[in-house]
């Protein structure tokens, strides 16, 4: 079993950056895949980025360039970098892990965490 935690939302202005970080505790994070979804208020979850236990990473189109993710095993930790914050990235972001292959789909993630909310102001 796996708990994750988000941390490092908040409010900002459109143009600034955020650092997120899901912390993993209950077992190492290793042979996990970690993905970052967000979703708005009356939308769909959407897909960001993952990434493997290799650190072999994807991106959805409406975040490369402008966000990163990254990994430290030995802290358990996968962080998702993300610059040139727009309002339109207002929503609640999660990350989640998988014993397997990267996916973009959100249902077959096994474990997620509680959620963090970003808010960007015009």
């Known amino acids: 079993q796996v708990q994750l935690v988000e941390s490092g939302g908040g409010l900002v202005q459109a143009g600034s950056s955020l650092r997120l970080s899901c912390a993993a505790s209950?077992?190492?994070?290793?042979?996990?895949?970690v993905a970052w979804f967000r979703q708005a208020p009356g939308k769909a979850r959407e897909f960001l980025a993952s990434?493997?236990?290799?650190?072999?990473?994807r991106y959805a189109d409406s975040v490369k360039g402008r966000f990163t993710i990254s990994r430290d095993n030995a802290k358990h930790t996968v962080s998702l970098q993300m610059n040139s914050l727009k309002p339109e990235d207002t929503a609640v972001y999660y990350c989640?892990?998988?014993?397997?292959?990267?996916?973009?789909?959100?249902?077959?993630?096994?474990?997620w965490g509680q959620g963090t909310q970003v808010t960007v102001s015009s």
């Open positions: 989640a892990a998988r014993g397997s292959w990267a996916t973009d789909y959100g249902d077959r993630y096994d474990y």
């Open positions: 209950g077992r190492t994070f290793d042979p996990y895949t």
């Open positions: 990434i493997t236990w290799t650190s072999t990473t």
